[in-house]
Nanobody, 132 residues
Framework: QVQVVESGGGLVQAGGSLRLSCTVS????????MAWFRQAPGKEREGVSC????????YYANSVKGRFTISRDNHKNIVYLQMNNLKPEDTARYYC?????????????????????????WGQGTQVTVSS
């Protein structure tokens, strides 16, 4: 059974930092592209960052570029999202997902290249709240 579990969310002040972790089990981790998404109440889901199976390629949405860093440890089956200089508009529930396709980047948006296949594995999410 595939398990995707996020952790590390919390309440921080604007300008602060958080590191999210996503632990994956039940699949061959380095065969999967990993990505972070977020969704705030009343808003559409937004791709935040995507990393290739080897970690060689990383992609970021324009809204977080220069502030967030994605990384992965294929020995521990963990993907991280280091979030620096957090802003109130970063407040959302953050989701980790695994997909066998590659990363998509176009017009400042990021996601899975084959997201339409609906075969990705998703975690339950972790809440990030940034106060002003």
């Amino acid at each position: 059974q595939v398990q995707v579990v996020e952790s590390g969310g919390g309440l921080v002040q604007a300008g602060g930092s958080l590191r999210l972790s996503c632990t994956v089990s039940g699949l061959t981790f380095d065969d999967y592209t990993m990505a972070w998404f977020r969704q705030a109440p009343g808003k559409e889901r937004e791709g935040v960052s995507c990393i290739s199976y080897s970690g060689a390629s990383k992609y970021y949405a324009n809204s977080v570029k220069g502030r967030f860093t994605i990384s992965r440890d294929n020995h521990k089956n963990i993907v991280y999202l280091q979030m620096n200089n957090l802003k109130p508009e970063d407040t959302a529930r953050y989701y980790c997902a695994a997909d066998q396709g590659g990363c998509y980047l176009n017009e400042g948006r990021v996601g899975f290249l084959r997201e339409e296949n609906d075969d990705a594995y998703w975690g339950q999410g972790t809440q990030v709240t940034v106060s002003s």
